[in-house]
């Protein structure tokens, strides 16, 4: 059974507040080694995040023995993408290369709005960072569950870069509204299309079954019938990313082509691939 994800990033206040003081005097080489061994620990007291991992490397055709070893590979660039996101509210940069740079930036200097969905292969929040320019004010569409010391970090480094959160709860339909006016204004709204929240599911076929996707986003894309981007944010080195980016034309049928292109993403970046929640249908 596909299971929803909670919305938060883990740990509490004081370990987020302590992990961005280090960062900021520290080379980030240190903390990637600190965290893979505090990661022996987390692996084995998170076993739904377990469970999605080692379902995911069996669907790509691993054997028992190396998936479960892909597993803990997973998770530590899981936990590297999470101290480079915190590298970002301690003020450190990245190296960043972008495909098809001119007509992504083609689109930031037009005066329509447009949509970029994103994934949860690669390290998601960074490509705000990277792709936000002053030309062009970008909206996050993203789940308020997210613990203080996080959602003000964020807010803070969000808003260095032209960046604001359009907040979505459960059951509250008013960032619809938000969304509208934002890309009327000729803005960018950028959404995760791959974990579930609470949302209804559209089914697609994703490494040949069928797996659950929030319908939400792909809703909006029809109704509102802007221009789409596909984004995603690829970690090359311990200093830069690459991102890959994908315009769909109008009349696709977006959902099917969203996991058409996450498929092959997360087939070449296997160990990229964050969704540690099962959505498979069966």
């Given at each position: 059974?596909?299971?929803?994800?909670?919305?938060?990033?883990?740990?509490t206040?004081?370990?987020?507040?302590?992990?961005?003081?280090?960062?900021?005097?520290?080379?980030?080489?240190?903390?990637y080694?600190?965290?893979?061994?505090w990661?022996?620990?987390?692996?084995?007291?998170?076993?739904?995040?377990?469970?999605?991992?080692y379902?995911f490397?069996?669907?790509r055709?691993?054997?028992?023995?190396?998936?479960?070893?892909?597993?803990?590979?997973?998770?530590?660039?899981?936990?590297?993408?999470?101290?480079?996101?915190?590298?970002?509210?301690?003020g450190?940069?990245?190296?960043?290369?972008?495909?098809?740079?001119?007509?992504?930036?083609?689109?930031?200097?037009?005066?329509?709005?447009?949509?970029?969905?994103?994934s949860?292969?690669g390290n998601?929040?960074?490509a705000?960072?990277?792709?936000?320019?002053?030309?062009?004010?970008?909206?996050?569409?993203?789940?308020g569950?997210?613990?203080?010391?996080?959602?003000?970090?964020r807010?803070?480094?969000?808003?260095r870069?032209?960046?604001?959160i359009i907040?979505m709860?459960?059951?509250?339909?008013?960032h619809i509204?938000?969304?509208?006016?934002?890309?009327q204004?000729?803005?960018?709204?950028?959404?995760?299309?791959?974990?579930?929240?609470?949302?209804?599911?559209?089914?697609c076929?994703?490494?040949?079954?069928?797996?659950l996707?929030?319908?939400g986003?792909?809703?909006?894309?029809?109704?509102?019938?802007?221009?789409?981007?596909?984004?995603?944010?690829?970690?090359?080195?311990?200093?830069?990313y690459?991102?890959?980016?994908?315009?769909?034309?109008?009349?696709m049928?977006?959902?099917?082509?969203?996991?058409?292109?996450l498929?092959?993403?997360?087939?070449?970046?296997?160990?990229?691939?964050?969704?540690f929640?099962?959505f498979?249908?069966?």
């Open positions: 059974m596909a299971q929803n994800w909670s919305g938060q990033t883990g740990g206040y004081w370990m987020q507040r302590t992990l961005v003081r280090i960062i900021r005097h520290t080379d980030i080489r240190f903390v080694g600190l965290m893979h061994l990661l022996v620990w987390y692996v084995l007291v998170r076993p739904c995040e377990r469970r999605g991992a379902h490397h069996r669907h055709g691993r054997n028992p023995i190396m998936a479960a070893m892909d597993v803990y590979r997973s998770f530590c660039h899981f936990g590297r993408a999470i101290v480079d996101r915190f590298a970002v509210y301690a450190k940069s990245f190296d960043v290369q972008v495909d098809n740079r001119e007509r992504y930036y083609g689109r930031v200097h037009s005066k329509d709005g447009f949509v970029m969905l994103f949860h292969v998601t929040e960074m705000g960072y990277f792709l936000s320019t002053p030309d062009k004010p970008m909206h996050i569409l993203a789940y569950g997210e613990s203080p010391e996080v959602l003000s970090r807010i803070q480094a969000l808003e870069n032209n960046i604001g907040t709860q459960p059951g509250d339909m008013s509204y938000r969304i509208n006016e934002v890309l204004h000729g803005d960018v709204l950028a959404m995760a299309a791959d974990r579930r929240m609470g949302d209804t599911a559209v089914t076929t994703f490494m040949g079954d069928e797996a996707f929030p319908a986003p792909f809703r909006i894309c029809r109704a509102i019938k802007k221009t789409v981007l596909l984004t995603f944010v690829i970690k090359e080195s311990y200093k830069s690459h991102v890959y980016t994908n315009e769909l034309a109008p009349d049928n977006i959902a099917d082509h969203y996991a058409q292109c498929e092959q993403m997360a087939l070449e970046h296997p160990y990229e691939w964050f969704n929640f099962d498979w249908a069966n």
